[in-house]
């Protein structure tokens, strides 16, 4: 079980400013119908050129369901180690032909819903690539101290220490706005597949620890969204999700 410590985490919710940390940018997108598979081609070949390589990134090509009032189809999501590595890559795709060129192709085939901007703030579990099955919870906290302190209580009891996934406490620091509200913060729970997701939900639900996590999520915060999360691929240009803690 790996946490960091809570006065650090705690300190950078009150943060309005980014340091040099490590951000995810999220681009969602909503695929037209039957087009689903050259949208996916237009991303995987941008991957394995020159340009798609020269960066330090992982990026995870999602579909995205249950996803209520969202009309989001996929999600490109980018990890980075900052936001300078971000701003450099960026210019150079901007600058580039080929840069030009994705974006053309990526319009026949789909738009643009939303793009939001997140520093991670805790993760527990076991960080790994084998979970490609994530349940996304989009919320609004009103005391979000509480929301930390709480995660951190539930995941650190003798409750939870079987969890077979990883859990990710993000601080969305731009892009907050979201088509079911406003947004402050994502809880990203990772699993293998959603039948491992459904036999923990059904064990740790029955538990003191879930049950007074119960309690202090409903006092500290409201749920914007709530959808699942599939991954596509995964590219892992010189990063990897592991370094992202």
Sequence with gaps: MSHRTLGAFVALFFSIQISAAPVVA????????????????????????????????????????????????????????????????NKKFAASKEGEDVREDLTRHAQVVSQYMGSPIQSWGSVSNKDTFWDVIRITATDPAAVAKGLNALMTSSDAKAFPGQIWLIQVVRGQASAAGRVTHEIAIGYESMAEMESWSEKMGKTRAWQKWLGIAGSSFTIANRYNVSWLKAYEHGYSLEEFE
């Design 26 to 89: 999220v681009t969602e997108w909503k695929v037209d119908a039957g087009k689903a598979a050259d949208f996916v081609e237009v991303i995987d070949d941008l991957q394995n050129t020159n340009l798609g390589k020269d960066r330090k990134a992982q990026l995870q090509l999602q579909a995205s369901s249950f996803n209520g009032v969202n009309p989001a189809t996929h999600r490109v999501t980018i990890l980075y180690p900052s936001l300078a590595e971000m701003e450099t890559w």
